[in-house]
């Protein structure tokens, strides 16, 4: 069973797979957000509280999913090549860090955009803010380690680690930077919390979250051939497939 | 029918930014996956030369 | 008659360092009372390989193995067979010649201060015994550093460029001090630039660039 | 390795307090960057008392963490460099246990050192003594995580050049939890509530990093080592 994994996970199959599977990923993905878009900005009903500001869902909740889950998988693609030394994981983690580093800034302007009319400031250190303060600089702790060595392979190796050290800490930042807001500011805060979603709110939501998920595993697509690329440029199946 | 549209029930100056912000990422991700893949294409056929050199 | 495993066998090493494939398929065997002098220019690899048999570095193809098993599958057995003396003699500058061999050696085995006080003899640095390491000469933390290697005792000696630093009498001794080792049944990788001459069987491997 | 595991650990461990007790200008350092930060706050903030002790915690435990973290960054790197690194992991002990050796007498020197001096810093921030009993435990348990967590930091950055910032930029945001915990059990001793909530929280943190910190920066050491 395991030939089949490895032949899959063979950098030449991921090179040529990924190339043919992101442009229509991509596309299914235009469609997707384009229709969420549409739908949630024009039809979808505004919210009883908060009136229109609410609709900044349908961005901010995709992308804040979105810099999680790339972490995620970042964390669990390192883990798997420097536990395995299968070496398509640490590209994989590589093309993985700067979009979700991305979609963690926009989670971060968005949410502090929808914030304003609530607090009056742009920053008023929410905890979900703060968390997500936080894992921006874990990506950069991330991504400036794996920089940081002229041997790609150890920086890869080093990055890993590192990332599988962040994953174990994300849970326990999130709790603490809860604990220590509930600490302080206690409930005055309103907290915008998931508003009550009628059916007509949450497709638009759902269709957001299908497209920004495969907007994510598209752009992947593309940055997981680079990365396979700088890592075996010296492979022989390299030639034919450059040569093209 | 437009103009409240894009009044955004008086939050346009917060949602409008927002939908700017992010449809920014997904652009800067897609322009800056092409250039990475671009790049790694030029410098895979760069070092080829060196060695068949 | 099953057939002895040879102690020391590398087979088809092939290390990459970035772009430059620095070892390309190195293989050799190391029996028992044998030395292999690793010489080439500079850069083509002599030490990585070196490092690659201590374990410290795993190369991306081949392998290494002792006594038929891998040195990474059974590390313990490896580690105590072997001692390692890099091309910088591994010293703490604050510690004292003995201080710096008592923890070195006391690491690996049990071991007496008589037989730390015979090594610093036998390397002829027993008289600055008591001194810091950072005040010592090159030659005579190069002579400590080979004390250490006399008081483990192991069967494999991993050196790199032990000559560096040592005058006409340090050469001398330290050729008699291998010799003694592999009369003893012990094996040698010795990494050197200049000529090596031993009264015992010496093979070379010639690192091309 | 023919010896036991307890013996490894006394050896490094001895080793290590023994190499620092060489160098005991080098076991001031921390203390004294300690307490220039802390005299930075009221410096910049106002010298009134009464303003200060509302500020106390936080500046507290930022200049202790920043003086422990600073610290942190020679943990593996002379060793490194004169060679020795190489023969501890060729020694056949456990990475996990030297790294657990060489943090813990690491920490005995430096993270104790600002628990038994931070009374001092206390009093120039106006917090009562009645709350110094429940800081230096804070404080110690840490400035021992913190231990942990850096060590991990500075097994990965070894072998680079300018690898302090970088250890500073992995290290600090995962030291964030153990800093809202210990700054707010100062804070409510201070207020004289119960600080038993975060001691607790901060005391959890301290078990974890102490089981799976030596693991992680063991196996930090063999990559960066390679």
Same mark, same amino acid.
């Given at each position: 069973?395991?030939?089949?994994?490895?032949?899959?996970?063979?950098?030449?199959?991921?090179?040529?797979?990924?190339?043919?599977?992101?442009?229509?990923?991509?596309?299914?993905?235009?469609?997707?957000?384009?229709?969420?878009?549409?739908?949630?900005?024009?039809?979808?009903?505004?919210?009883?509280?908060?009136?229109?500001?609410?609709?900044?869902?349908?961005?901010?909740?995709?992308?804040?999913?979105?810099?999680?889950?790339?972490?995620?998988?970042?964390?669990?693609?390192?883990?798997?090549?420097?536990?395995?030394?299968?070496?398509?994981?640490?590209?994989?983690?590589?093309?993985?860090?700067?979009?979700?580093?991305?979609?963690?800034?926009?989670?971060?302007?968005?949410?502090?955009?929808?914030?304003?009319?609530?607090?009056?400031?742009?920053?008023?250190?929410?905890? #979900?803010?703060?968390?997500?303060?936080?894992?921006?600089?874990?990506?950069?702790?991330?991504?400036?380690?794996?920089?940081?060595?002229?041997?790609?392979?150890?920086?890869?190796?080093?990055?890993?680690?590192?990332?599988?050290?962040?994953?174990?800490?994300?849970?326990?930042?999130?709790?603490?930077?809860?604990?220590?807001?509930?600490?302080?500011?206690?409930?005055?805060?309103?907290? =915008?919390?998931?508003?009550?979603?009628?059916?007509?709110?949450?497709?638009?939501?759902?269709?957001?979250?299908?497209?920004?998920?495969?907007? =994510?595993?598209?752009?992947?697509?593309?940055?997981?051939?680079?990365?396979?690329?700088? #890592?075996?440029?010296?492979?022989?199946?390299? #030639?034919?497939?450059?040569?093209? | 029918?437009?103009?409240?549209?894009?009044?955004?029930?008086?939050?346009?100056?917060?949602?409008?930014?927002?939908?700017?912000?992010?449809?920014?990422?997904?652009?800067?991700?897609?322009?800056?996956?092409?250039?990475?893949?671009?790049?790694?294409?030029?410098?895979?056929?760069?070092?080829?030369?060196?060695?068949?050199? | 008659?099953?057939?002895?495993?040879?102690?020391?066998?590398?087979?088809?090493?092939?290390?990459?360092?970035?772009?430059?494939?620095?070892?390309?398929?190195?293989?050799?065997?190391? !029996?028992?009372?044998?030395?292999?002098?690793?010489?080439?220019?500079?850069?083509?690899?002599?030490?990585?390989? &070196?490092?690659?048999?201590?374990?410290?570095?795993?190369?991306?193809?081949?392998?290494?193995?002792?006594?038929?098993?891998?040195?990474?599958?059974?590390?313990?057995?490896?580690?105590?067979?072997?001692?390692?003396?890099?091309?910088?003699?591994?010293?703490?500058?604050?510690?004292?010649?003995?201080?710096?061999?008592?923890?070195?050696?006391?690491?690996?085995?049990?071991?007496?201060? !008589?037989?730390?006080?015979?090594? *610093?003899?036998?390397?002829?640095?027993?008289?600055?015994?008591? /001194?810091?390491?950072?005040?010592?000469?090159?030659?005579?933390?190069?002579?400590?550093? &080979?004390?250490?290697?006399?008081? *483990?005792?192991?069967?494999?000696?991993?050196?790199?460029?032990?000559?560096?630093? /040592?005058?006409?009498?340090?050469?001398?001794? *330290?050729?008699?001090?291998?010799?003694?080792? &592999?009369?003893?049944?012990?094996?040698?990788?010795?990494?050197?630039?200049?000529?090596?001459?031993?009264?015992?069987?010496?093979?070379?491997?010639? *690192?091309?660039? | 390795?023919?010896?036991?595991?307890?013996?490894?650990?006394?050896?490094?461990?001895?080793?290590?307090?023994?190499?620092?007790?060489?160098?005991?200008?080098?076991?001031?350092?921390?203390?004294?960057?300690?307490?220039?930060?802390?005299?930075?706050?009221?410096?910049?903030?106002?010298?009134?008392?009464?303003?200060?002790?509302?500020?106390?915690?936080?500046?507290?435990?930022?200049?202790?963490?920043?003086?422990?973290?600073?610290?942190?960054?020679?943990?593996?790197?002379?060793?490194?460099?004169?060679?020795?690194?190489?023969?501890?992991?060729?020694?056949?002990?456990?990475?996990?246990? %030297?790294?657990?050796?060489?943090?813990?007498?690491?920490? @005995? @020197?430096?993270?104790?050192?600002?628990?038994?001096?931070?009374?001092?810093?206390?009093?120039?921030?106006?917090?009562?003594?009645?709350?110094?009993?429940?800081?230096?435990?804070?404080?110690?348990?840490?400035?021992?995580?913190?231990?942990?967590?850096?060590? %991990?930091?500075?097994?990965?950055?070894?072998? @680079?050049?300018? +690898?302090?910032?970088?250890?500073? @930029? %992995?290290?600090?945001?995962?030291?964030?939890?153990?800093?809202?915990?210990?700054?707010?059990?100062?804070?409510?001793?201070?207020?004289?509530?119960?600080?038993?909530?975060?001691?607790?929280?901060? +005391?959890?943190?301290?078990?974890?990093?102490?089981?799976?910190?030596?693991?992680?920066?063991?196996?930090?050491?063999?990559?960066?080592?390679?």
């Amino acid at each position: 069973m395991w030939t089949w994994f490895y032949r899959l996970a063979s950098p030449p199959s991921v090179y040529a797979l990924s190339g043919r599977l992101a442009p229509w990923l991509l596309a299914a993905a235009a469609c997707l957000i384009a229709f969420g878009l549409v739908d949630g900005l024009a039809f979808a009903p505004p919210d009883y509280q908060q009136g229109d500001a609410f609709r900044i869902v349908y961005v901010h909740a995709p992308s804040a999913w979105l810099s999680t889950f790339a972490y995620m998988l970042m964390a669990v693609a390192g883990a798997i090549a420097l536990i395995w030394r299968i070496k398509i994981g640490h590209a994989v983690a590589a093309a993985a860090a700067p979009i979700g580093a991305s979609f963690t800034l926009c989670t971060l302007l968005s949410g502090s955009l929808w914030g304003k009319p609530m607090w009056g400031t742009f920053w008023a250190w929410d905890p #979900r803010l703060t968390s997500e303060l936080i894992l921006l600089f874990l990506y950069f702790g991330v991504m400036s380690l794996r920089q940081a060595f002229e041997d790609p392979a150890r920086g890869d190796r080093a990055a890993a680690l590192l990332a599988i050290v962040g994953v174990v800490n994300i849970p326990i930042i999130k709790f603490s930077v809860t604990w220590w807001n509930s600490l302080h500011q206690g409930a005055t805060v309103a907290r =915008f919390g998931k508003p009550t979603m009628v059916a007509s709110m949450l497709v638009p939501l759902l269709v957001m979250f299908a497209g920004f998920m495969l907007f =994510f595993v598209g752009v992947l697509c593309v940055r997981l051939r680079a990365e396979v690329l700088n #890592r075996e440029r010296l492979a022989t199946w390299v #030639r034919e497939a450059v040569a093209t | 029918m437009t103009s409240g549209f894009l009044a955004m029930g008086g939050y346009a100056g917060y949602v409008w930014p927002c939908i700017g912000f992010s449809l920014a990422t997904l652009a800067w991700n897609l322009w800056s996956a092409q250039r990475a893949s671009r790049a790694a294409l030029e410098r895979a056929r760069r070092s080829i030369a060196m060695a068949d050199a | 008659m099953s057939v002895v495993p040879v102690p020391l066998a590398v087979d088809r090493v092939h290390v990459w360092r970035g772009d430059r494939h620095v070892l390309r398929g190195v293989g050799f065997e190391v !029996a028992a009372g044998e030395a292999l002098h690793v010489h080439g220019a500079n850069g083509t690899g002599k030490t990585t390989l &070196l490092r690659v048999v201590t374990g410290l570095m795993r190369p991306e193809q081949g392998t290494v193995s002792w006594r038929g098993t891998g040195i990474h599958k059974d590390r313990a057995a490896y580690l105590a067979a072997m001692t390692y003396a890099s091309h910088e003699p591994a010293l703490k500058g604050e510690l004292t010649a003995l201080e710096n061999l008592r923890f070195a050696v006391g690491m690996k085995r049990r071991v007496t201060e !008589a037989e730390l006080g015979d090594a *610093l003899q036998r390397v002829g640095v027993a008289a600055c015994a008591d /001194l810091p390491a950072r005040v010592l000469s090159a030659g005579q933390r190069r002579r400590v550093a &080979l004390a250490r290697v006399l008081a *483990l005792r192991a069967e494999l000696w991993l050196l790199d460029e032990p000559f560096t630093n /040592l005058d006409a009498r340090g050469t001398q001794l *330290l050729t008699e001090l291998i010799e003694e080792h &592999l009369a003893g049944g012990g094996l040698a990788l010795i990494v050197a630039h200049q000529e090596l001459r031993l009264a015992a069987t010496l093979r070379r491997l010639e *690192l091309a660039a | 390795m023919t010896i036991g595991l307890s013996q490894a650990l006394g050896l490094v461990l001895r080793r290590e307090l023994l190499l620092s007790l060489r160098r005991p200008d080098q076991l001031l350092q921390p203390l004294v960057f300690f307490l220039i930060v802390t005299t930075l706050f009221p410096l910049s903030l106002s010298p009134e008392l009464s303003l200060l002790r509302d500020m106390a915690p936080g500046v507290l435990w930022v200049a202790a963490l920043l003086a422990a973290l600073l610290s942190l960054d020679g943990l593996f790197k002379a060793d490194a460099d004169d060679g020795t690194l190489e023969q501890l992991v060729l020694s056949g002990i456990p990475l996990g246990l %030297i790294v657990m050796a060489k943090t813990l007498a690491h920490w @005995l @020197l430096s993270g104790a050192a600002l628990v038994v001096i931070s009374p001092l810093v206390g009093m120039a921030l106006g917090i009562p003594v009645s709350a110094f009993g429940t800081m230096m435990l804070s404080l110690a348990l840490g400035t021992l995580t913190l231990s942990w967590l850096g060590a %991990i930091g500075a097994a990965l950055t070894v072998g @680079l050049k300018r +690898g302090s910032m970088l250890l500073s @930029l %992995i290290v600090l945001p995962l030291a964030m939890p153990l800093l809202i915990f210990g700054a707010s059990a100062t804070d409510r001793a201070m207020g004289g509530e119960s600080p038993a909530g975060a001691l607790y929280l901060l +005391g959890a943190l301290c078990v974890l990093t102490t089981t799976l910190a030596p693991l992680a920066a063991g196996a930090a050491l063999r990559i960066t080592l390679e």
